[in-house]
């Protein structure tokens, strides 16, 4: 035998306080979120009463989350996702959507502005508020490297002005508070990139257009126009000294910390899996018990292998992408590096399977799928925005395709 290796350290369980949270979760996302679901999808405006709701028990809350990405494990936020989720994905974008601005601000802020401005991205259980990330502009979706929004600094007064519009942003204009990526140095491309906060009632900054869309239509998605939008020095996440180091770095042509922020989005992507995964497992178990109890041909329609066969592939495909998810939140916790991309291939894995799930669980439903009565429409109208937003499917293949292969592919 090599070296001593205990035996049994190794576990795919759950252990008590995650199986705690997961139910706590589950029971606000069947109890509060699936019989709203269809009525905001409709309406397809935020959600606040149920916001409010999530906020009064501490599920909405700087708390909850701090304590999710505290689990040195790592699987507590995929559980609470993926629960929240199965119950309405597009309420829970509406709740959760503010983390990717938390993100932002963990991942770029000195430790100041993380006390300052991560508060503010929840607000209280009184009065919950919430935040975006806008990154996305016209010309600049997965080439975020062609940013046009300009930050200009003036040094006699310490302030920032940004000019440019963002579009596609989760509870832009709605929200309190905006992380805004803006160019500071557009001859460095990606590398001349700063974030930015803007605090709650900040002049120059408004709602464009809102957008209706296919699916997750309880989220708020719209344009965030900043004209002549003035903010202090302050708001500069990470500082000026840092910046200016980074852009001299840049500048010479040696590598930057910005690789360190492109990683921890790669860690974030494990949590939109989850979501995804949610919203499969959620049209595989309706899907599984329509089948036991619809007859035709004078037998039940699991009965047919054809049917049963589609069941069997959606609960292993489901499965396989949990495993994924799992794997890389736990990776992301303990700060292994995703040498094969790993986050994507969760994001990719789950997204995909969230599609193609959820458009099985119409075939076996029939006409009683397509129709708006039922759910399964929704939740493959909402599985599609999986394989778009926070990289697209391409984009993750590409990520991977990279990290496996070191070769520069196109
Ligand atoms: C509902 C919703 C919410 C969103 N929320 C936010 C948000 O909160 N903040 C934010 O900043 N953004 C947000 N986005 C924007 C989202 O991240 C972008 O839509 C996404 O990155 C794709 O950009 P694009 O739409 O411009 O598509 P494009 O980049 O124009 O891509 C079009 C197609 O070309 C493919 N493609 C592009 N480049 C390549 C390549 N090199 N190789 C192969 N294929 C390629 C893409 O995969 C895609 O299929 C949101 C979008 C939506 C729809």
């Not at 996305?136 to 040094?155: C, H, Q």
């Not at 900054?205 to 708020?220: T, V, W």
């Not at 799928?369 to 990289?391: L, S």
Request: proline residues 3%; negative net charge; glycine residues 10%.
């Amino acid at each position: 035998m090599r070296g001593s290796f205990a035996v049994g350290e190794f576990s795919l369980q759950l252990n008590e306080d995650q199986l705690g949270i997961k139910q706590w979760v589950h029971d606000f996302a069947e109890k509060v979120i699936r019989p709203a679901a269809s009525e905001w999808d409709e309406r397809e405006e935020t959600p606040w009463p149920i916001i409010q709701e999530a906020a009064k028990i501490g599920l909405y809350s700087f708390d909850f989350i701090a304590n999710g990405y505290a689990d040195p494990t790592g699987l507590t936020l995929a559980l609470v996702n993926e629960e929240m989720a199965w119950g309405d994905a597009g309420i829970t974008l509406a709740i959760f959507g503010s983390t990717l601005a938390v993100v932002g601000i963990m991942a770029n802020g000195t430790p100041e502005q993380i006390g300052e401005w991560i508060p503010q991205c929840f607000g209280s259980a009184d009065s919950p508020q919430l935040a975006a990330f806008a990154v996305s502009e016209p010309d600049a979706g997965s080439d975020v490297s062609s940013l046009r929004t300009r930050a200009v600094y003036d040094e006699v007064s310490d302030t920032w002005t940004l000019d440019g519009t963002k579009t596609w942003i989760t509870n832009g204009g709605i929200a309190g508070v905006h992380v805004v990526v803006a160019s500071v140095d557009p001859s460095l491309g990606a590398r001349g990139q700063a974030s930015f906060v803007i605090g709650p009632g900040t002049k120059g900054l408004s709602m464009g257009q809102k957008f209706k869309k296919l699916g997750i239509r309880a989220s708020h998605t719209a344009e965030v126009v900043l004209d002549n939008c003035r903010i202090p020095g302050s708001a500069l996440l990470g500082g000026k000294e840092a910046l200016d180091e980074r852009l001299a770095r840049a500048k010479e042509g040696k590598r930057s910390q910005s690789q360190a922020a492109m990683a921890t989005f790669e860690a974030s992507r494990p949590i939109v899996g989850s979501q995804a995964l949610g919203i499969a497992r959620a049209a595989y178990e309706f899907a599984l018990d329509y089948a036991k109890q619809r007859s035709q041909f004078g037998r039940l329609i699991i009965e047919n292998q054809g049917i049963a066969f589609k069941l069997a592939d959606m609960a292993t495909k489901i499965d396989a992408a949990r495993l994924l998810v799992h794997r890389a939140a736990w990776m992301a916790a303990n700060k292994i590096p995703f040498d094969a991309a790993q986050g994507s291939m969760s994001k990719l894995f789950a997204g995909e399977t969230a599609v193609k799930v959820t458009e099985e669980a119409i075939q076996i439903l029939g006409g009683y799928g397509y129709v708006r009565e039922y759910p399964v429409q929704r939740w493959y109208r909402d599985a599609k925005i999986y394989t778009i937003f926070e990289g697209t499917s391409e984009i993750q293949r590409l990520i991977i395709a990279r990290a496996i292969s070191k070769v520069h592919i196109r």
